[in-house]
C-alpha cells in the first residue's frame, strides 16, 4: 500500500488552515505550483477530492475537513516519535540530511569528509546537492535537516550560524591583454569583458555585490552554467572573472592557463549553516558547524 508522505500531509494541513493556495504555499515555504502538485498527487493517492476549486475561493470538502484532521494527528505522532529518538542519541549520530549549494561542496566537502567521520563514526550524513533556492525548500518540507550555502541569500523561518568569510580572487588568462594585473581596477575594464554564472546562481549574485560590480556593460551577456565552464571560457580568454577562493586549492584551475590574485578591497561572501527554527537539533547543527569551521581554518 502506498501511503501520503510527510509532505503531502503537511500541505494538506496547511491548506486546510489557510484556504487559499498562495498563503498555503507561503506558510510552507515552497512555490505555489510545487504546492498545488503536491495536493494533485495527495487526491491521487487517495483517490478522492479534498478541495473544490473556484476563481474566488477555496472549499475543503467534508471528507477532506477529516482528512486535514487526521493529518495533524500523524503529523503530530510523526514529530514526537522523532523527538524522542532524538533525546536518546549521541550528538551527531544516526541520519543528518545536508543540502549543500554547488558552489561549496566540490571545494569543501573532499577535505570535510575524512575528519568527519573519523570524529562521529555513527553519522550516515546524507548529501543533496542544489542550488540554494532548492535545498531551502527542501529544508522547509523536512526533507532535509540543514542546509549549508553562502550569505547573503533572503532565508525565513530557519535559525542560521555564520562560519567563515570566503575571499573572491580576480581570475584571467596568463598574457590576456583584457586587462593589466599589475594595475587591475573595475572601472578600467572593456565592455563585455567580466564573464559571470548564470542567473539562478547565488555566485553571481555575490560576486555583483562583493566585487562592486554597477557598470553592467561590462559583464558579458553570454553566461556559463556551472563553474567548470566559467573557467573553461576564461582559459580561453573570452574574459575575466572572479573565484571563491576555497576553489583555489582543488583541481578547479588544473590544466589551465589560468592566473589569480587578491582584490584590493574586501570582497567575499559568506559560509553559513540554516536549519529549520525551533528544530531539536539545533544544538547537533551548531556542533556540525563549529566542526566545519574549524576545519576550514586547519
Known sequence: MQLPTTKQ????????????????????????????????????????????????RVVITRLGVEIATQARLCLRDMESLVELAKTQREPLSG????????????????????????????????????????????????????????????????????????????AYHDGTDLIDPKKYSFNRLNSQSVLLLEDGHCLRNHAISACKIRDFAKVRPFSATS???????????????????????????????????????????????AWRKGSARGDEFMKLGDFIKKHHAS
Open 9 to 56: 500531509l503537511r500541505y494538506f494541513a496547511a491548506l486546510a488552515e489557510h484556504k487559499h493556495f498562495g498563503r498555503a504555499a507561503e506558510a510552507c515555504f515552497v512555490s505555489q505550483s510545487a504546492f498545488s502538485i503536491a495536493i494533485q498527487e495527495l487526491e491521487s493517492l487517495l483517490n478522492v477530492r479534498l478541495v473544490d476549486r473556484t476563481h474566488k
Open 95 to 170: 541520519t543528518l540530511r545536508l543540502g549543500v549549494i554547488p558552489t561549496i561542496a566540490p571545494f569543501l566537502l573532499p577535505r570535510l569528509m575524512p575528519p568527519l567521520r573519523r570524529s562521529f563514526p555513527k553519522l550516515d550524513l546524507y548529501l543533496k546537492e542544489d542550488l540554494t533556492h532548492r535545498i531551502y525548500e527542501e529544508l522547509m518540507a523536512g526533507e532535509l535537516d540543514a542546509i549549508l550555502y553562502a550569505e547573503p541569500f533572503d532565508l525565513t523561518g530557519v535559525t542560521t550560524r555564520e562560519l567563515f568569510n570566503d575571499a573572491f580572487v580576480l
Open 227 to 273: 563553474l567548470t565552464t566559467l573557467v573553461q571560457m576564461v582559459d580561453s580568454d573570452l574574459g575575466i572573472t572572479f573565484l571563491p577562493e576555497m576553489s583555489l586549492d582543488t583541481t578547479l584551475l588544473r590544466g589551465t592557463r589560468i592566473k589569480t590574485q587578491k582584490l584590493k578591497e574586501s570582497s567575499h561572501r559568506t559560509i553559513a549553516i
